[in-house]
């Protein structure tokens, strides 16, 4: 699937001043502004109290554009909500004291679906969760190109989880195309679907996927004593399979033998007798009970 953006919001890098910088400039101008005060009052010069008033309105506007940092963290620029661009720069920063600063987190987050009842391919109900680890991209889609990016993310990630699931049969069986991929079985390469497909959905918010994979993967419960019976039924069908395919074996190898050495000669009746004893004996889940003959082969 492909999702196209409806905006052309893109991360604009936004260099800022050093916070302690802007504080010190702050410092220099409040101290200023009363040095200012002092001046007018001692010399009687009404114009220093207009001095005054500017360095304390400049200081005040330089402590107001003073904002931190923390690592993994940024900062969406606006002024008067025209984006401006992001700081990334972590610490104690400084930028134009009329810009908004909106904070916005590039940590890495965990989010783990709650168990999903959906259709497998087969149409069999199952339940499936997955974990999924992403974090912010590009902070300007983020942050405008959708209402809520958190939200976005967790409603995007549950229908990449039912499509997944539905895209795939539980496990192997006979409807199946030779090699193909399966939920049970084919995990690494159902965990690089589930990317693939997130990396689409998340695209337009400007999210990235670090991982995911499925956490939870089981028949729904109104199956699972049913399915759970088929996948026995093919076990011990399988099973027998190779017992009696091994038997068969042994048979050809007993009789090759008897015969290359002329350590007995059978008739097909023997054959047949002997065949069938052997059968019975490898094939049995309980123990023969050897009937020994004192007699003649024939008796």
Request: net charge negative.
């Amino acid at each position: 699937m492909t999702m196209q953006a409806t905006t052309n919001n893109h991360e604009v890098q936004r260099d800022t001043m050093s916070g302690y910088l802007g504080f010190a400039t702050g410092i220099v101008l409040v101290l200023g502004g009363f040095g200012s005060f002092v001046l007018a009052a001692a010399q009687h010069q009404p114009w220093f109290i207009l001095v005054a008033v500017l360095l304390f309105i400049a200081g005040a506007l330089m402590f107001i554009g003073i904002y931190m940092l923390q690592p993994n963290e940024a900062a969406n620029l606006l002024l008067f909500g025209r984006y401006k661009g992001t700081d990334r720069e972590s610490g104690l920063r400084w930028a134009n004291p009329f810009y908004r600063k909106q904070k916005i987190s590039l940590r890495a987050h965990n989010l783990a679906s709650e168990r999903l009842k959906v259709n497998d391919k087969r149409g069999n109900p199952i339940e499936v969760a997955a974990a999924i680890v992403w974090r912010v991209r590009d902070t300007a889609q983020a942050s405008f190109d959708v209402e809520d990016y958190g939200q976005y993310v967790s409603v995007q990630a549950e229908a990449a989880v039912r499509h997944l699931a539905s895209s795939y049969a539980y496990d192997e069986g006979e409807d199946l195309a030779p090699g193909e991929t399966t939920l049970r079985a084919g995990q690494d390469k159902v965990a690089a679907s589930l990317a693939k497909e997130l990396h689409e959905r998340f695209e337009q918010a400007g999210i990235v996927v670090e991982d995911a994979k499925l956490t939870h993967l089981a028949y729904a419960p109104e199956i699972a004593q049913v399915m759970l019976r088929r996948q026995q039924a093919e076990a011990i069908i399988a099973a027998r399979s190779k017992i009696v395919h091994g038997a068969v074996s042994m048979v050809e190898m007993a009789l090759t033998g008897l015969g290359e050495r002329n350590i007995v000669h059978l008739d097909d009746e023997r054959r047949a007798a002997m065949v069938s004893n052997l059968l019975v004996v490898l094939c049995s889940e309980s123990e023969a009970q050897p009937v020994i003959n004192t007699g003649t082969l024939y008796t």
